[in-house]
């Protein structure tokens, strides 16, 4: 987060401790905890992440970079290319370059990463990003496209702009920003179509379409991407519609999204009326589970999309934001936490029969929840020091799982799952087309970046 960001929140907190009556923090922290912290973890984004993962992700026979990479951190498989994982590694090695300016390497890794993009994922015919390609970059099946992935390709193209001052990057943001404005967005409903074919046409769900596919639905997933890529294209181009697209999201998200409880619903009919199966059998619920339940790692990470966004777009002392962001934080504490060992499980359903109880469906504990959490845990912890949930404990607590069973210290990167619930995660792949290290760049730099300003 850029120091300016850290001045705006602490003015916030500020704010916010007149508002409330301290309460006893359980966990004290200094100024030199925080800064040795923060030195751990920059080293271990830097030699754990960064570095194992560049150069030996780019590949230098067909351009962008590859992604599958065994245990051991090999490369495996056919490379084909996604433009998800294409866009997190050049949003990466952007990020990294402004990180470390001093070594140019990072640099030419994102000038590398970003040619691919330019002149293979993106669809010159028809516009928008392709959504698969080959490791040449030919494209894979029909050459449709989602909104999903068009964001990201915005996220990464605008975050490299930021970082290079390539005037091709701006112009493609430009362009990948107004093919959204064309093609998916919703000029009745607001927010955007998540499925299109090749040529932007909206895929609307059909009588044939079956009752577990997320054809034809909006979805939180997309919007809060969209949303993200919007923060991040409003730094570069401060477009007046851009500024209207992410208020709009940051509205529909923290406003229409977010249920009482504090949880994301997941999926959406076009005029916004929620996709639910909770009145249905156990079986069906089960069986649309994709569709239908409390996915802790989500809430977690909007709670912090939504903050961000609120802080770029300019909305002053925005309580209400940052309350609803404390409400999606509080719940996910109270009903997906472990407790023991720390770490947020992957999934809840709230079942009619039982009353209003949560009950876990997935106790594994996927590594890109634990790293969104890190970032968010600490943020709350310096806007409410003084809460009874004791955020900065919940925080070091998140921390010591991380690096106890989710970092591979012998070969690099993290595990996809933590070790306590699933130790074959030790086995898998480190890397693949959804997993490219972006919730961990972000998180760690992030957290370095609070706990050495806020440390002063």
């Known amino acids: 987060m850029h120091r300016k960001h850290l001045i705006h929140l602490l003015v916030i907190a500020i704010i916010l401790s007149f508002c409330k009556t301290p309460t006893p923090h359980s966990t004290a922290h200094t100024p030199k905890e925080r800064l040795a912290l923060a030195d751990t973890l920059e080293q271990l984004l830097k030699s754990n992440l960064v570095d194992t993962w560049y150069p030996a992700a780019i590949d230098t026979q067909y351009g962008g970079y590859l992604s599958a990479f065994n245990a051991q951190f090999k490369p495996v498989g056919n490379q084909d290319k996604m433009i998800v994982s294409q866009a997190r590694h050049l949003w990466n090695n952007a990020k990294a370059s402004q ?100 040529t932007g046409k909206i895929q609307p769900r059909l009588k044939t379409t079956p009752s577990t596919a997320e054809l034809g639905y909006k979805d939180q997933n997309s919007s809060i991407h969209l949303l993200e890529a919007f923060t991040e294209l409003y730094q570069i181009w401060p477009d007046p519609l851009v500024k209207t697209r992410l208020e709009e999201m940051i509205y529909l998200i923290r406003d229409k999204m977010v249920n009482e409880k504090g949880n994301l619903i997941l999926f959406f009919q076009p005029d916004w009326i929620p996709v639910s199966f909770r009145d249905s059998s156990r079986a069906s619920i089960q069986k649309h589970h994709n569709l239908d339940h409390v996915s802790w790692g989500h809430d977690i990470e909007t709670a912090y999309l939504l903050m961000e966004a609120s802080h770029i777009v300019g909305w002053k002392n925005d309580q209400t934001t940052w309350r609803i962001a404390k409400k999606m934080t509080d719940q996910c504490l109270a009903l997906g936490w472990d407790d023991q060992a720390g770490g947020f499980y992957d999934e809840g359903y709230f079942f009619k029969e039982d009353a209003g109880k949560i009950t876990v469906t ?9 790293a969104e959490a890190l970032n968010t845990l600490l943020i709350m912890a310096d806007l409410y020091p003084n809460d009874p949930l004791d955020y900065y404990g919940k925080f070091k607590k998140e921390w010591h799982y991380i690096n106890t069973y989710l970092i591979d210290h012998q070969h690099g990167e993290w595990y996809d799952s933590g070790l306590d619930k699933d130790p074959k995660s030790a086995e898998r792949n480190k890397g693949h087309i959804w997993k490219a290290g972006y919730h961990q760049y972000r998180s760690l730099e992030n957290c370095v970046g609070r706990l050495r300003g806020s440390g002063h």
């Open 362 to 370: 997935q106790d594994t504990k996927n590594w890109w929840t634990q």
């Open 99 to 198: 990180h470390w300016p001093a070594e140019n390497k990072y640099q030419s890794f994102a000038r590398h990463g970003f040619a691919f993009l330019k002149d293979k994922m993106w669809d010159a015919e028809n516009g928008g990003f392709f959504w698969q390609v080959d490791r040449a970059g030919k494209p894979r099946g029909d050459s449709s496209k989602t909104a999903y992935g068009n964001a990201f390709g915005l996220y990464a193209v605008s975050a490299y702009y930021l970082a290079s001052k390539d005037p091709e990057a701006l112009v493609l943001a430009k362009k990948s920003f107004n093919w959204l404005e064309q093609h998916s967005h919703d000029p009745i409903h607001k927010g955007y179509y998540q499925h299109l074919d090749k």
